[in-house]
């Protein structure tokens, strides 16, 4: 049997099986609907929202599932912050600093291992390495793995926030800016920053796919502990999306170009970039997250009294890993 027909069955096992696992956890009343999040930077949550496997597991229990649309860890994390939904994709090192500030959420499910950030230019600026930045306009979401990752590049120049000009902007309008001349550099995401490549020719002048931090699924802790059964019911969909994923990769590239209007040759450069093959959450994520965390400890973005690597114990819940890879 093929290890994506193992991983299919495992996950409709998971599905017809719950809660199973869970079921000495407390319960709560279970509530009318489930508020998740789809991304375009989450091929995954993308796929599952197209063909409906969450809401075809949770239609016996009657309970409706409700899609918000994040354009940003920023906007997730703060969509979570705020009870406006439940579950919701971001980077790894974006949700331990939102998790560092205050924001009550454990990560569950890796949706993507991606390279999903890279500093970019256009072909005229003469910008060639980090250090050029200096002085220069770079557009740039805060809270965010491309913030994050802009910080670590400075910081590996001797360079700060402080000597850039950062212009804050959600990251289709960063593309924009790029495009118009209106900043010098961008911290890029997919998939704008593969049709910037593709379509304008524009430059990744700074690429360290180590430095992309794991693409989590995050979990609103109340909401993880009232209904641990209806998590695993999420997670199991998830599974047998990124099963189909896998098994389907022209579906997955489809959807993504229905979702984003962006032509197959600037999904297929996304989709190149994006690991889908390991799911679990633990020690992978952890000490990647961890270096994010203490570089920019360094650079004085978490205090400096910070336990960081419990920071990231206290984010990464691995109780809910997929059956499939236990």
Do not use: C
């Not at 991983?7 to 696992?21: D, I, N, R």
């Not at 911290?187 to 002048?205: C, K, Q, S, T, Y």
């Not at 690429?207 to 693409?215: C, E, I, L, V, Y």
């Not at 336990?307 to 809910?320: G, K, P, T």
Request: aromatic content about 6%; charged content about 20%; proline content about 5%.
């Amino acid at each position: 049997m093929s290890a994506t027909r193992r991983l299919v069955l495992a996950a409709g096992l998971a599905l017809a099986t719950l809660p199973g696992s869970f079921g000495q956890m407390a319960r709560a009343e279970d509530p009318k609907e489930i508020r998740l999040d789809w991304a375009t930077y989450n091929p995954v949550g993308l796929l599952l929202k197209e063909k409906g496997f969450l809401e075809e597991a949770l239609a016996p229990k009657g309970i409706k599932v409700r899609w918000v649309q994040s354009l940003g860890s920023n906007k997730a994390l703060e969509y979570l912050n705020a009870g406006a939904i439940d579950v919701g994709s971001a980077a790894g090192a974006a949700a331990l600093v939102a998790r560092i500030n205050g924001n009550p959420i454990r990560a569950i499910y890796a949706f993507s291992r991606p390279e999903w950030t890279a500093l970019v230019t256009r072909k005229d600026t003469g910008i060639a390495k980090p250090a050029d930045l200096k002085g220069k306009r770079v557009a740039v979401t805060r809270g965010t793995d491309p913030h994050i990752f802009l910080i670590r590049a400075l910081q590996g120049a001797g360079l700060t926030e402080k000597d850039a000009k950062l212009v804050l902007l959600q990251h289709a309008d960063g593309r924009t800016a790029l495009d118009r001349g209106d900043v010098d550099a961008w911290a890029g995401l997919d998939p704008m920053m593969a049709a910037a490549e593709i379509e304008n020719g524009d430059v990744l002048f700074y690429r360290d796919a180590a430095a992309n931090t794991w693409g989590l699924l995050d979990v609103r802790e109340a909401f993880a502990q009232a209904h641990p059964d209806l998590v695993q019911v999420v997670i199991a969909a998830y599974e047998r999306a990124r099963a189909y994923a896998l098994a389907n990769p022209q579906a997955l590239s489809a959807s993504l170009v229905a979702a984003t209007k962006l032509p197959e040759p600037v999904i297929a450069r996304q989709l190149e970039r994006t690991d889908l093959s390991q799911p679990t959450i633990g020690s992978a994520q952890a000490e990647a997250i961890k270096a994010a965390g203490l570089a920019l400890q360094q650079a004085g973005v978490i205090p400096s009294n910070t336990d960081v690597a419990a920071a990231v114990d206290a984010l990464l819940d691995s109780r809910f890993n997929p059956v499939a890879a236990r």
